[in-house]
């Protein structure tokens, strides 16, 4: 059974940084392609990065330049380092896994088959 477990949400000011970790368990993870998506309120779900088997890494515009998403195989883990944080980044944060390591890694939330239960960020002005 696959289990994906977010942590390191939490409430910051407007500048400030934060890092999420996702542990990732049932799925073999060296060759799997992770993502990180966010939901704001009354908002559809964004897309924000990815990071493949391989190390290619995939970044929406909105995030590129703050984000950075990183993997450790060796600890089944993914992060999201994220820095110049702003009130538009205000959303629970979703890891996801998509196993099938045949294809290309895409930052397209329809390709991942296993979510995490998420993260909540809050920034504050």
């Known amino acids: 059974q696959v289990q994906l477990v977010e942590s390191g949400g939490g409430s910051v000011q407007a500048g400030g940084s934060l890092r999420l970790s996702c542990v990732a368990s049932?799925?073999?993870?060296?060759?799997?392609?992770m993502g990180w998506f966010r939901q704001a309120p009354g908002k559809e779900r964004e897309d924000v990065a990815a990071?493949?088997?391989?190390?290619?890494?995939f970044y929406a515009d909105s995030v590129k330049g703050r984000f950075t998403i990183s993997r450790d195989d060796a600890l089944n883990t993914v992060y999201l380092q994220m820095n110049g944080l702003s009130n538009e980044d205000t959303a629970m944060y979703y890891c996801?896994?998509?196993?099938?390591?045949?294809?290309?890694?895409?930052?397209?939330?329809?390709?991942?088959?296993?979510w995490g239960q998420g993260t909540q960020v809050t920034v504050s002005s």
């Open positions: 990071v493949s088997g391989g190390g290619p890494k």
């Open positions: 049932g799925l073999t993870f060296g060759r799997t392609c």
């Open positions: 996801a896994a998509d196993p099938r390591f045949y294809r290309p890694c895409r930052l397209v939330a329809a390709n991942y088959e296993h």
